[in-house]
């Protein structure tokens, strides 16, 4: 099983409501999204992701409703626990682990970056799996569980599709 965590792309500083929950993706981040997908895709390859689930905000939904058909995904699944001001989805992560499919979780800073540390950290180890001068938009961690009998319940860094690195 494999753990995509994203960041959703870049969005409009400010929404047409006001409401920050409502901010869109803008045009250059639509595309962003579209080249890491398609890289995603392709590290995979070609393999269909089972599972794309996002925060209800609205650049999350964009940003999963443009990575889900690009990576082969049924469907999105709009989940509370990945909103910006949600507790980690420790629970979510443990639930997907027992489907066994790989899933993409697309959510928000600070809490996309905390949720991959906290998914590497080994107690005394400090997340030293992840080595990220930043967890910029559309950024995604690719993670898979520690194997065994280190794993309890521990994954390390299997990749990272960086949006900066891609033409």
Do not use: K
């Amino acid at each position: 099983m494999h753990l995509y965590v994203m960041r959703h792309g870049p969005a409009e500083d400010r929404s047409a409501s006001g409401r920050d929950a409502d901010r869109r993706l803008t045009p250059e981040g639509r595309a962003r999204v579209e080249r890491v997908a398609i890289e995603l895709h392709r590290v995979r390859g070609g393999a269909p992701l089972s599972r794309v689930l996002a925060s209800p905000l609205a650049r999350a939904r964009e940003t999963a409703e443009i990575a889900a058909p690009l990576c082969g995904a049924p469907e999105v699944e709009v989940r509370d626990e990945l909103s910006v001001d949600a507790e980690l989805p420790l629970a979510l992560v443990a639930a997907l682990v027992r489907g066994g499919a790989d899933a993409l979780l697309i959510g928000h800073q600070p809490n996309v970056e905390h949720l991959v540390r906290t998914l590497i950290d080994s107690p005394g180890r400090g997340a030293t799996g992840l080595l990220l001068a930043s967890f910029c938009t559309a950024l995604v961690v690719a993670l898979e569980p520690e194997p065994a009998p280190r794993a309890q319940d521990r994954w390390r860094v299997a990749q990272i599709v960086d949006p900066r690195a891609l033409t």
